[in-house]
């Protein structure tokens, strides 16, 4: 049980796009599920917690007209990187937590031309 | 704010035990864990403890914590080419429904 799963696994985009990337919890719900971000050979940083229903809590230093974290179901946690540039390339891995642990994607490879 | 440091290397020889030490700060850290993350993939909780115990053990994973130093180790026994891979150690004050402080990762290699 406890299976977090994310779409796409990778993706490559010219820079100026946007990309969304999805966060689903397979097998329960997810009150709140986390955005974060892991730079390569670097630890994972939190960029945002989302609670089903309301508006993501975003951590200091991330821009949050950038980074729009949609959290519409207890299921589905979408992330969209608006008008994205080089520097956005990362490995973005979404967490998810029914009431208690934190269960992790297998992560998005984002790359930026 | 938290801080929680790690080595960044560690090499072991096959069949040898492995241990991966962690440092933290925040005194307020009530949950401890250790995640594996293999190459291109996401993070696995492997094991965790409470703050009020000093030691957990789970097959070939032992957990030590000293909370008056602040210092945490992950060892495990009998280490196979399986378990290569880069080992975060996190801390949380309430479990799952908050977000964890990760430290930079210990890269475990594995030699023959």
């Known amino acids: 049980g406890a299976v977090v799963s994310q779409h796409p696994s990778w993706v490559i985009c010219k820079s100026g796009t946007s990309v969304k990337i999805e966060c689903r919890s397979l097998?329960?719900?997810?009150?709140?599920m986390f955005w974060y971000r892991q730079f390569p050979k670097q630890s994972l940083m939190l960029m945002a917690t989302?609670?089903?229903?309301?508006?993501?809590?975003?951590e200091q230093g991330v821009e949050k007209d950038k980074f729009l974290i949609n959290h519409a179901s207890l299921t589905l946690s979408t992330l969209t990187v608006t008008s994205a540039h080089p520097e956005d390339s990362s490995f973005y891995i979404c967490?998810?937590?029914?009431?208690?642990?934190?269960?992790f994607g297998p992560g998005t490879r984002l790359t930026v031309l | 704010g938290e801080d929680v440091e790690q080595s960044l290397f560690l090499s072991v020889r096959e069949g040898d035990s492995s241990v991966i030490n962690c440092t933290y700060t925040?005194?307020?850290?009530?949950?401890l864990y250790w995640y594996k993350q293999e190459p291109g993939a996401g993070l696995q909780l492997l094991t965790y403890?409470?703050?009020?115990?000093d030691m957990k053990q789970d097959q070939r994973l032992t957990v030590l914590l000293n909370k008056k130093d602040k210092h945490l180790s992950l060892r495990i026994a009998d280490t196979q080419t399986g378990d290569s891979a880069i080992y975060f150690c996190?801390?949380?004050?309430?479990?799952?429904?908050?977000?964890?402080?990760f430290g930079t990762g210990t890269r475990l290699t594995i030699i023959p």
């Open positions: 967490s998810a937590t029914p009431s208690e642990g934190q269960f």
């Open positions: 097998d329960f719900q997810a009150t709140t």
């Open positions: 989302s609670n089903e229903g309301s508006k993501a809590t975003y």
């Open positions: 925040d005194s307020s850290s009530t949950y």
């Open positions: 403890i409470f703050s009020n115990m």
């Open positions: 996190a801390e949380s004050i309430n479990f799952g429904n908050e977000k964890l402080t």
